[in-house]
């Protein structure tokens, strides 16, 4: 992903009328400034015991290899500044590559996929590294309003190192043609800001005879480069 700047006036908006769940659960009320002793307040660390093995590999997670599009995500987690966090932990989870949830809301009739739960994380390395091995999420279809669907995505959650530094946002695929249509991508109106939520195909992640890569670095903070949040977070 470009750190490509956006203006500080971009912020997502909150009452989304068109993103039909949140009607009732945006704030109502102007936002509330916090002082600034909070943005240097430290958030809660996790340690490297909080992990199991294949946490990152939500290929290997069960007995057998899951069906679908075998793909690597990888990044860097960085702030306003284009400094790694470092020890930062990422969720991820997603939907199979039929685009049904392990979840027991969720009603769409694809085909769940016994060898996949759809939950990952890990820690940042030094250099603000993260690596997850999956499958490539399918599209799904979701109510919102006639014919709608999901462009193909992964929920990312990220607790940096500071209160400030907490994220929760969604990585999309390049070249989705139902990003057009969906508004939880276009509830960030700022076309360049948008582009920070789509991942880049990246030939040099890619493993030859074994899975595409892609890269997406994230920006936490709340400058012009930040990664914007999903507006249901
Ligand atoms: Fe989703």
């Given at each position: 992903m470009a750190q490509t700047e956006r203006p500080v006036d971009s912020e997502v908006e909150v009452d989304w009328p068109d993103y039909r769940s949140t009607r009732l659960r945006h704030p109502a009320r102007p936002l509330v400034v916090l002082p600034g002793r909070f943005a240097d307040l430290e958030g809660p660390v996790f340690g490297d015991d909080a992990l199991e093995p294949h946490d990152d590999d939500?290929?290997?997670q069960h007995d057998g290899e899951p069906l679908g599009e075998r793909i690597i995500v990888q990044g860097r987690l960085l702030d306003d500044e284009?400094?790694?966090?470092?020890k930062a932990l990422i969720e991820i989870w997603q939907a199979n590559a039929a685009g049904r949830y392990r979840h027991d809301g969720d009603r769409h009739p694809a085909p769940l996929d016994p060898s996949f739960g759809g939950a990952g994380r890990r820690l940042t390395d030094d250099e603000g590294r993260y690596r997850f091995v999956t499958v490539k999420p399918g599209a799904y279809p979701w109510g919102n309003h006639e014919n709608a669907w999901r462009p193909a995505h992964i929920h990312f959650s990220l607790f940096g190192r500071l209160f400030a530094q907490r994220l929760v946002t969604q990585m999309y695929f390049?070249?989705?043609p139902l990003f057009e249509f969906d508004p939880i991508f276009q509830s960030v109106?700022?076309?360049r800001a948008r582009e920070l939520m789509v991942a880049s195909f990246d030939l040099g992640v890619t493993?030859?005879?074994w899975a595409l890569g892609y890269t997406w670095d994230i920006v936490l903070g709340r400058g012009r480069a930040a990664t914007p949040l999903d507006p249901d977070a």
């Open positions: 939500l290929t290997r284009g400094r790694p966090i470092r390049p070249g989705d109106r700022d076309p493993q030859p005879e």
